[in-house]
Structure formats: structure tokens, C-alpha cells
């Protein structure tokens, strides 16, 4: 069958077996049995023991789950249930963030039903629109939303003004948030198209999730449930895959080079091991706590933990988490590939600039919300225009008092709301009330003007406005500063040239407005239309969907943060254009890439890569730039409010929806919601994200360094032929108890001031950069060799093995204390970060010192872990070889500062 939209209305009434006089019940419901219900299958809120579950799905799990498996089967019970212990406490905090989250989210959507006007059995009634199916006849009214994907009709019914509607071309629905166009579509039910004619210049067709702004119409239902345009983007969303966030393509990578270093370290030890005479069971015993030694076993925690804050504190920045690792890849982000309507722009026609014969263009602050203020005293020199425009008017606009304060409400179109908010913009507003209307001429696409005629003291007033070329035709005079002038031919090439074309070529809808004054004695539409000559020309306005004020600098603050921005809409490219050069996004015009452009190349990766706007694209274009980019090689944020966003929310490595504006399925698709819609937020979430992966690298540092120091004591231990200077449950004990509270309260480190100065880190910049790795390796080799040859030292002065443990692990614990200090910045020193800045960390070191020496006294726990309590004098000692680590990583960042050396890693260049 060929699309609706390119049919007669005959054979489209004909393919679907239905009439004028809509379907019987028994017919809807036959119907009903074999299409279904005119809805989308809702994604189910996952349980909590399924997000319990998805906590163990990470590849460093998978290594402590063997290393686990290990122990069990060699009957190390301790080593076993210390592992368990951390995977579930790593679950169980991973679970509560995000069912919380989760449940953050849905108290977004709307519950409401949607309800709509359909004729069964002859009769008018309203219904479910779930309850609608092919064929059915409803009305559209405006207010009410699009029920589902329909082909307009203009039928001879009793009230035939319903007809008449559609024929005039009255019908304006808001198409925005599946189309991106920010101004109400004029529809027209007699027009045909062709098949491969763009979804947002098809107008003779109404698609669901779309809603009527003004006008009446019939209908035909065409298509419903997954079979809508709607239904086709939620159904391609089953089969898009989602990109990998960046933090588990890092994670993968730092358990991929553990898991082969263990593996090697593990082959190179049994060799030495075997050489001299151990047998198999005692090469096993060692791996388990090579093992141990090896594994971060507490990064698991300290990851979750880390992007647990960091969610918080974007909740509290207006940005809601629904999956964890979308914390970490907002702040890996090369690229931002962003609506415009209602993202950008905040989805409002406003008035911002006004135009008169010889008068200086009056230009306004344009917030698009229905707020007058403040008020322009410039406006009163043009109180006649805006006059024209409040009477030439059916919308309407009244203040009230709410909770924070005076609210503004406004109903009608859009249009006509702009207009009667630049009237309350004067110091004394227009008394419009005064005037009593007696007859109008309604805004008819084909005339490309609207009239009205008003009554006030014995005399009349003709207020026009409209399109600039009809309005002028009907002109024989012009307003000026000195009075009415007589319009010549070079007037009104002046008068297009200086005050419509600029407006024009920079985005603008322009409107022109001009007057009649007449005496008492008309009063029908015809009179009026018979007087719409020699009218006196007031002017024209510009009209455009307004930036958000934050809009502009977010985008200033995403480039000084090396974050390439892309606007990708529906829009008309002229408009798109127009907002991307008052953003600072673009300016030339071979930025501006459009849908039709991507259809027609051979090579549209070109045309992506060199695009900074995306103008009138479609749902399935929106995906392939995305896709595009993911390929050249970016880390891609997106961010939407329509359903027609959703595909490229889901591809996305984050997805980014609006709260208040966003569709549910904007939502359900998205990492991260916005609840103020606010693009700033976004802004805000990036320096979040970058904190939260600061944090993680401290983490990390901190982790790998006492680990790689425990190999070093372990392969000392070996080559001297010394015994092992900790047991399994020692180094247990450290990395998961002593390490594990220290590691936890990093993850609270605040931000450093300068996150958004940083370029984003490269996609292929691994988790072990140069820096990283300078200062694993120093860190290691102190604290390894130090604690290694006090061990030897203790042995050689006659102290037992066991005491002599006993003071190397305290010597560990203290060494990871100062280590803390160390990890809380790359590049500044710790001697000038204040410890009071992190009171987690203040209490997480003076826990784990604290835990350990409880540790000393605690029957069973000491025994277990074979420590006894040491006196003031050794601690005091130990004291003095566990700040030989601060003393060598300071000297390390002197080094590098002197050299102008920077950690941060270079932005990719597309």
C-alpha cells in the first residue's frame, strides 16, 4: 500500500474499509482483535534482584570471582569469604543507587490517559485512544493530542465548519517533538504528496504524539500502536545496540592488563618455585595469594562509590542518573550532538526585535516564557503597531497570583501570544478592552493574512497583520515619526529592503502590521473585507524561538572544555543557521548540512564530519550522524526532548533527556535526565563526570601502587629466600579493610577548580597513562623495597617471622595512610591541598589506623591475622619509613611542574 500521504482520500477509504460515517462498534472491535491497542509496549521497571544481578556483569568481578574459586578449593575459607564479603557489599550499593534512580525516573512520566473525539455508530463520543484502530473517524480539536497517525479529510458533515476548517487551511498542529520544526504546521486535507516526501512536510497527514494549536478537523485513523511513526522509532529502539560507556571500555582494558600481568607474574613464579624444589599444592597457595596481591580487590566498592557520589551531586545540579556508568561517560565526551528546539531554544515564539518606517529597530530580550517584564520605554514611540497586533488577536494572556509569586498564563497561538505579551512590554499598557470586535477575516494560509474590526467611541479601527507582501499590497500609506507618508513604489522597496529583509536573513519570521480607521457604520465581514485598501502601514516584527538564556555560555564553557558541539533538528536550515550564529556554533553557511543533503551524497561521513549544524533531518538521519561519529571515532553525547530523538539517545555512549519537556520514551531511552531542561545542566554534568573519573584514577593510583608494592615484597621475598613478609589474610586484610575505608572516602575528593579547562581525555588514552604509570611505579618500588628490607632487617636482628609480619603490615597500613595523600591531585602538591577540604578522608585515615590497631587487641581477629600490639617507640619508627613515600612523589611532581609537562591528555582532532 502506498504511504497515506501520497493517496487519494477515496482509495484511502477504500484500503481501509471504512466510510464518512466511521466505523460500528462491532466493526472497531474485530478491528481491535487482529491490530491491537493503539499504544507502545512500555519498557517494565527492572526488579531489584535483576539490578542486583547486573551489578556482577564487570570484567574485574569476573577475576575476583576466580581468584575466589581458587581459595574455596583450596580450603582458604578466610580468603574466600573476604572475597564474597566485597562483591556483595560492591552489589548491594551498586543496586540502591541505581533502583533509586530508577524510581527518580519514572515519577517523571505522566499517568495521564489520553482521550479523543471519535464517531462509531454515527454517533460522536470520546474515547480511549488505545481503544482506536484503522479506519475509525475521530475530530481534532485544539488542546487535544494527536491520537494516533491520521490522513485529514474535509467531509460535508452537518456542522460543516469542521470542513471548511481544513479546506481554508485553519488546522495548525505542533509537530516539535517529532519533527524538531518549532512552529505549528499549516495542514491542508486536499493536497497530495509524494512517497518520498520529508515526515514534516507532509500536510495533509497528523502523526501521533503531535498536538493541535489551533483549528478543527476530521480525521482518518491510518495507522496505530508500532505502526505509527511513533512505533517506528520505539521499535528501532529493540534493535539498537547501545555504544559502550567509556569507563567499562576502560575498566575492560585495566582488568585485561591485570589479568595477563597475573598471568605471567603467576607462570614466571611457579618456574622459580618448582626450580627449587616446592611442590604443586605450595605453587597453588602462593597463586591464591599472588592473587590477592595482584587484584584491586577494592575497586569494585570504590568505583561504585565514586559514581555514586558523583550522581548525587548531578541530582543536586539537576541532572537525575539512571545508570551509573552515564556519570562517567558525560565526562568523556568529545562531542554533543544536540537538539535545537526546546534544548537550545526554549520552544516559545517571542517578539524580539520591532521595525518602523524611519525609526531606530527596537530590539527585546526574547525569553520565551509569557513574562512581560521588563518593561521597554523604547516601545512607546510604536504604541500604534503594537496596538495593532493585540487587536488583531485571538489569544489570551492574564497574570495571577501563584506560589512563587505572579504567574503569567496564556492560551491560543503562538503567534498571537507573542503579540499580546509585547503589549504588556509598554510602560502603559494598550487598553485594549475598550474596543468592541465586530467582525473578523481569521488567518487563512491561502490569504497569508488575518483582519479584525473594532468599535470604540463612534469610531472604528481596521487591524491587519500578516505576511509582508499582502499587507504592504493593501497599503496606500506608511507611519513615520512625522506622520502618515503617501507609499511610492521607492517606499516599498525601502521598506522591504530596510526592515524585512534583514529580519529575514537572520532567522526571523517576519509579520507585518497596518490600520484603517473608519467611521460607525460597518459591522459584518464583508464590510471589513471591503476596506481592507488604503490601509496606513505601522511596521513589521521578528519573530523567532528564543535562545535559553544559558544556552550561549554552556556552549562557550563546552568549547573552552575542548567539547565539539553539533545542533542536529528538523528545523528549516535558515533557522537552524540563524540560532547557531547567535550561539557562536557556526558561520558559514557550508556548515549547515541538511537531510536532504545526507540522502542525496555518496559520501555522508564527509558531510557529517565537516557539519556544526543538521537542518531538517529525519529520526533515522539523527541515528546515522550519530553512528558516524561514534566511528570517526568521538565519545557522543546526545541530548533531546522528542520521541524522534530517541534512536540516537539509545546509540549514544550517553543519552541525555529533557525532564520537563521530554517525551516518556525520551526518557525511558536516556542515561541521564535534566529536570529543568536546562542545557547548562548538561554543562554541569560534564564537570561532575570528569570529578567522578579524577576520582576514580586516585582510586585506582591508590590501589595498583599497594598492590604492585606487595609483588615487589613478594618477589623480594623470593630472590633473598626469605620467607613471605605477609600472609594471604594480611594482604586481605590491607586491601580490602585498611585500603578499602581509604580508597571509599576518595571518592568524596571535591573538584579541583580546573575540570572545564581540560580537554576531554581521547578515546584511545588508556587507564594507565604516563603519569600514571611514573607514579605507580615510583610509589611501588618505596613502599615494596622499604617494607622488603625492613622485613630482612628484622629477620637478620633475630625477630620471629610472625612480629616481624606483625610490623611490616602495621609499616603497609601507614605507608597507605601517607599514599593517600599523595593520590588527592596529579599535579598540585599534597602539602598544599587542605585536609579539611575532604572530612571523609580525614575520618577514613584515622579509621583505618584506628581499625588496625584495634586490630592488635581483638582476640580471634588478631589471631587470625597473626598481629600483636607494638609499642609507641616501633610505631613512632614505622612512622618515619612510611614518609619516605610523600618525600619521593613530591619530588616526582616538582620534577614535572619544572618541566611544563601536563597530565591532561590530548583532544582528538576530527
Same mark, same amino acid.
Given at each position: 500500500m502506498r504511504s497515506p500521504h501520497a493517496e487519494s482520500l477515496a482509495k484511502v477509504f477504500s484500503k481501509l474499509m471504512t466510510s464518512e460515517q466511521g466505523l460500528t462498534s462491532a466493526e472497531a472491535q474485530a478491528r481491535r482483535r487482529v491490530y491491537g491497542l493503539n499504544r507502545l509496549p512500555t519498557q517494565e521497571a527492572p526488579s531489584f534482584l535483576r539490578i542486583f544481578a547486573r551489578q556482577f556483569l564487570n570484567p574485574l568481578i569476573y577475576v575476583l570471582l576466580a581468584a575466589g574459586a581458587i581459595a574455596l578449593a583450596l580450603d582458604d575459607l578466610s580468603d574466600a569469604l573476604f572475597i564474597g564479603l566485597i562483591l556483595i557489599v560492591n552489589a548491594i550499593v551498586g543496586s540502591i543507587q541505581e533502583f533509586g534512580a530508577e524510581k527518580s525516573a519514572r515519577a517523571l512520566q505522566s499517568l495521564a490517559r489520553t482521550k479523543c473525539l471519535c464517531v462509531r455508530d454515527s454517533q460522536e463520543i470520546e474515547i480511549d485512544a488505545e481503544d482506536l484502530v484503522p479506519g475509525d473517524l475521530v475530530r481534532l480539536e485544539s488542546g487535544r493530542k494527536v491520537p494516533a497517525d491520521l490522513r485529514l479529510v474535509a467531509l460535508p458533515r452537518a456542522d460543516s465548519h469542521l470542513a471548511q476548517a481544513v479546506s481554508k487551511f485553519e488546522l495548525h498542529i505542533d509537530e516539535s517533538l517529532l519533527t524538531g520544526e518549532s512552529l505549528p504546521v499549516q495542514k491542508n486535507a486536499h493536497?497530495?504528496?509524494?512517497?518520498?516526501?520529508? #515526515?514534516?512536510?507532509r500536510l495533509n497527514m497528523a502523526y501521533a504524539g503531535s498536538v493541535v494549536t489551533k483549528g478543527r478537523a476530521d480525521a482518518i485513523v491510518v495507522a496505530t500502536g508500532l505502526q505509527t511513526q511513533l512505533g517506528h522509532i520505539a521499535h528501532s529502539l529493540k534493535h539498537e545496540a547501545s555504544a559502550p560507556p567509556p569507563l567499562v571500555l576502560r575498566m575492560q582494558k585495566l582488568t585485561q592488563k591485570i589479568s595477563w600481568s597475573l598471568v605471567i607474574v603467576c607462570l614466571a613464579m611457579a618456574a622459580i618455585l618448582l626450580t627449587r624444589g616446592q611442590t604443586w599444592l605450595d605453587v597453588l597457595m602462593f597463586s591464591v595469594a599472588l592473587a590477592v596481591s595482584a587484584i584491586p580487590e577494592g575497586l569494585p566498592v570504590a568505583l561504585t562509590v565514586a559514581l555514586s557520589v558523583a550522581s548525587r551531586r548531578m541530582a543536586k545540579r539537576n541532572v537525575i542518573v539512571r545508570r551509573l556508568h552515564a556519570?562517567?561517560?558525560?565526562?568523556?565526551?568529545?562531542?554533543?550532538?544536540?537538539?535545537?528546539?526546546?534544548?537550545?531554544?526554549?520552544?516559545?515564539?517571542?517578539?524580539?526585535?520591532?521595525?518602523?518606517?524611519?525609526?531606530?529597530?527596537?530590539?527585546?530580550?526574547?525569553?520565551?516564557?509569557?513574562?512581560?517584564?521588563?518593561?521597554e520605554p523604547k516601545l512607546d514611540a510604536l504604541r500604534e503597531l503594537i496596538l495593532t497586533g493585540a487587536l488583531c488577536n485571538e489569544a489570551q494572556l492574564k497574570s495571577q497570583d501563584g506560589e512563587k509569586g505572579r504567574e503569567w498564563i496564556g492560551h491560543g497561538d503562538a503567534v498571537d501570544l507573542a503579540f499580546l505579551v509585547l503589549a504588556h512590554k509598554l510602560p502603559e499598557p494598550c487598553e485594549t478592552s475598550a474596543f468592541q470586535l465586530l467582525a473578523s477575516v481569521p488567518f487563512e494560509a491561502e490569504n497569508q493574512f488575518a483582519a479584525t474590526l473594532h468599535e470604540r467611541e463612534q469610531a472604528q479601527r481596521i487591524s491587519v497583520k500578516g505576511a509582508l507582501e499582502k499587507v504592504l499590497a493593501m497599503c496606500g500609506s506608511a507611519r513615520s515619526p512625522s506622520g502618515p507618508q503617501i507609499l511610492t513604489d521607492a517606499m516599498r522597496a525601502q521598506i522591504i529592503q530596510s526592515l524585512a529583509d534583514p529580519l529575514a536573513e537572520s532567522g526571523h519570521r517576519v509579520l507585518a502590521l497596518a490600520s484603517k480607521i473608519l467611521p460607525a457604520r460597518h459591522s459584518t465581514n464583508e464590510d471589513l473585507r471591503s476596506h481592507l485598501n488604503e490601509l496606513c502601514f505601522e511596521g513589521v516584527v521578528g519573530m523567532m524561538d528564543p535562545l535559553r538564556p544559558e544556552a550561549k555560555e554552556a556552549l562557550?564553557?563546552?568549547?573552552?572544555?575542548?567539547?565539539?558541539?553539533a545542533m542536529v533538528t528538523g528545523d528549516h536550515p535558515k533557522t537552524a543557521m540563524a540560532i547557531a550564529r547567535q550561539l557562536g556554533l557556526a558561520h558559514e553557511d557550508a556548515e549547515c548540512v541538511t537531510g536532504q543533503a545526507l540522502r542525496n551524497s555518496a559520501t555522508p561521513a564527509e558531510l557529517i564530519r565537516q557539519g556544526r549544524v543538521f537542518a531538517r533531518v529525519e529520526p533515522t538521519q539523527k541515528l546515522q550522524i550519530v553512528q558516524h561519529l561514534l566511528r570517526d571515532g568521538h565519545f557522543?553525547?546526545?541530548?533531546?526532548?522528542?520521541?524522534?530523538?530517541?534512536?540516537?539517545?539509545?546509540?549514544?555512549?550517553v543519552g541525555i533527556a529533557m525532564g520537563k519537556s521530554g517525551t516518556d520514551l525520551a526518557k525511558e531511552t536516556a542515561g541521564l535526565i535534566l529536570t529543568d531542561d536546562r542545557f547548562a545542566s548538561i554543562?554541569?554534568?560534564?564537570?561532575?563526570?570528569?570529578?567522578?573519573?579524577?576520582?576514580?584514577r586516585k582510586v585506582v593510583y591508590l590501589l595498583i601502587s599497594t598492590g604492585a608494592a606487595e609483588i615487589i615484597m613478594f618477589f623480594y621475598a623470593i630472590w633473598a629466600k626469605t620467607p613471605l613478609p605477609l600472609t594471604a589474610a594480611q594482604l586481605l586484610w590491607l586491601n580490602l579493610v585498611t585500603n578499602g575505608i581509604q580508597d571509599a572516602a576518595l571518592a568524596f575528593e571535591p573538584k579541583e577548580g580546573d575540570e572545564l579547562r581540560r580537554p576531554p581525555r581521547s578515546p584511545q588514552e588508556p587507564m594507565f597513562d604516563r603519569i600514571m604509570l611514573e607514579r605507580i611505579a615510583l610509589s611501588a618500588l618505596v613502599m615494596g623495597?622499604?617494607?622488603? #628490607?625492613?622485613?630482612?632487617?628484622?629477620?637478620?636482628m633475630g625477630t620471629s617471622v610472625e612480629s616481624a609480619r606483625n610490623l611490616t603490615l602495621l609499616l603497609m597500613v601507614l605507608f597507605e595512610n601517607f599514599m593517600?595523600?599523595?593520590?588527592?591531585?596529579?599535579?598540585?602538591?599534597?602539602?598544599?591541598i587542605s585536609p579539611f577540604s575532604n572530612r571523609f578522608l580525614i575520618l577514613g585515615t584515622l579509621g583505618a589506623q584506628l581499625l588496625h590497631i584495634a586490630a592488635l587487641y581483638t582476640p580471634g581477629l588478631r589471631d587470625l591475622l597473626q598481629?600483636?600490639?607494638?609499642?609507641?617507640?616501633?610505631?613512632?619508627?614505622?612512622?618515619g619509613y612510611a614518609v619516605s613515600v610523600v618525600i619521593v612523589i613530591e619530588i616526582h611532581k616538582y620534577w614535572r611542574s619544572s618541566r611544563r609537562t601536563s597530565p591532561a591528555p590530548s583532544v582528538i582532532n576530527t
Open positions: 493536497q497530495l504528496f509524494d512517497e518520498s516526501t520529508a #515526515l514534516g512536510d556519570v562517567e561517560a558525560l565526562g568523556s565526551c568529545t562531542m554533543i550532538a544536540t537538539d535545537k528546539t526546546g534544548t537550545l531554544t526554549v520552544n516559545q515564539l517571542s517578539i524580539t526585535e520591532v521595525r518602523a518606517l524611519d525609526r531606530t529597530p527596537v530590539k527585546l530580550e526574547g525569553s520565551g516564557d509569557l513574562r512581560p517584564e521588563p518593561l562557550r564553557a563546552c568549547r573552552e572544555a575542548g567539547i565539539q558541539v557522543v553525547a546526545v541530548t533531546g526532548d522528542g520521541a524522534n530523538d530517541a534512536p540516537a539517545l539509545k546509540a549514544a555512549n554543562v554541569a554534568g560534564i564537570e561532575e563526570g570528569r570529578v567522578a573519573y579524577a576520582n576514580i623495597l622499604v617494607s622488603s #628490607l625492613f622485613f630482612e632487617m628484622q629477620l637478620h593517600i595523600g599523595n593520590c588527592r591531585s596529579e599535579t598540585r602538591s599534597a602539602l598544599k598481629v600483636e600490639p607494638v609499642t609507641l617507640a616501633q610505631w613512632g619508627e614505622l612512622l
